[in-house]
């Protein structure tokens, strides 16, 4: 068996502009809708009390990867990260392995560079302004990635104001109050789902909002009756449908398939982005794997090229 390289965490985000993230994920999202990629819908497993594993697999342009992260929002408190894990990637020709990749990086870039796309696709032609709900590892990336795309200034809120101070600090932007972040034109929830922090009332006219942080069953960033309002997207309907801002409406019948758009759909053109300037969008993302396989592409080149050093293993 050859040599592995292996991408920790620094050398994936050295390898990885902002930039260069957005740009792999739009494209990722083309692809699947397209049927070049393809990607089955996240395995759960379960870690009671605590937390849970994921597994998700996709193949595409010659790479196939399987991820296995987990979820542990009490981490923390232990002095450990809440994402973890691995991506394994394989010559989806002849299986053999080509790579190991920190999953948590590649997660916090492909992340932002979602919150950025759909930003661009979805928000008013006019939006600018940014409010980032949660300031963690996350919510980090995904103000990263909309200042890369030219959104801003904006306001960071988080329960903890060193961190939202901090975030602000390094893009040039303010911290804030919840409110505050919520007035503005492009909002980015990045938060547990533990409860909601979007009420009915801030699904106003011509703002977007991007649901980044319940990404399982029985979480949600956004109280039903917002979600009822808003013109609704998401990434991939399979997932979104199970777990996340849609699950509660969907649940009350008070939304259904026809009323969600994935977001893929809208960048292949089979389908309208938002109706109109007045109109309040809501996307829901749940994290593809086909967003992993991007960026692991654009991993493999760059060390294809030189440009990236890495350690080996011999598996």
């Known amino acids: 068996m050859p040599d592995v390289p292996v991408f920790d965490q620094a050398t994936v985000l050295a390898a990885m502009p902002a930039a260069e993230a957005i740009d792999r994920v739009r494209d990722a999202f083309v692809r699947h809708s397209t049927g070049e990629w393809v990607m089955p819908a996240k395995v759960y497993l379960d870690a009671p009390p605590d937390g849970d ?7 595409g342009d010659g790479l196939a990867i399987l991820k296995w992260a987990t979820s542990f929002p009490r981490n923390p408190e232990r002095g450990l990260p809440v994402v973890m894990g691995t991506i394994c990637v394989s010559s989806a020709d002849d299986g053999r392995p080509l790579a190991l990749v920190d999953a948590r990086a590649v997660t916090a870039l492909r992340t932002g560079a979602v919150a950025a796309v759909a930003a661009q696709e979805l928000a008013r032609e006019d939006a600018a302004t940014v409010g980032i ?3 963690g590892v996350h919510g980090a990336w995904a103000a990263r990635c909309l200042a890369a795309a030219e959104y801003g200034p904006g306001v960071c809120f988080d329960p903890d104001p060193d961190r939202a101070g901090a975030l602000a600090g390094e893009l040039g932007w303010e911290a804030g109050g919840r409110e505050d972040a919520l007035a503005s034109d492009i909002v980015t929830c990045v938060t547990p789902g533990h409860e909601p922090v979007v009420r009915a009332a801030d699904a106003r006219p011509g703002v977007h909002l991007s649901m980044l942080g319940a990404d399982a069953p029985g979480k949600a960033e956004a109280e039903i009756e917002a979600v009822e309002r808003c013109e609704l997207f998401c990434d991939e309907w399979e997932q979104a449908s199970h777990g996340g801002e849609l699950t509660g409406a969907l649940r009350q019948g008070t939304i259904s398939r026809g009323r969600v758009t994935e977001l893929g759909a809208v960048l292949t053109g089979t389908a309208p982005g938002r109706s109109s300037p007045e109109a309040a969008t809501l996307f829901d993302s749940t994290g593809l794997a086909i967003q992993d396989l991007a960026l692991c592409h654009a991993l493999l080149e ?7 050093g890495v350690s080996t293993v011999r598996l």
């Open 53 to 59: 594993f994921r597994a998700m697999p996709a193949r």
């Open 133 to 135: 709900v949660g300031c």
């Open 302 to 308: 760059a060390h294809a090229e030189g440009s990236v």
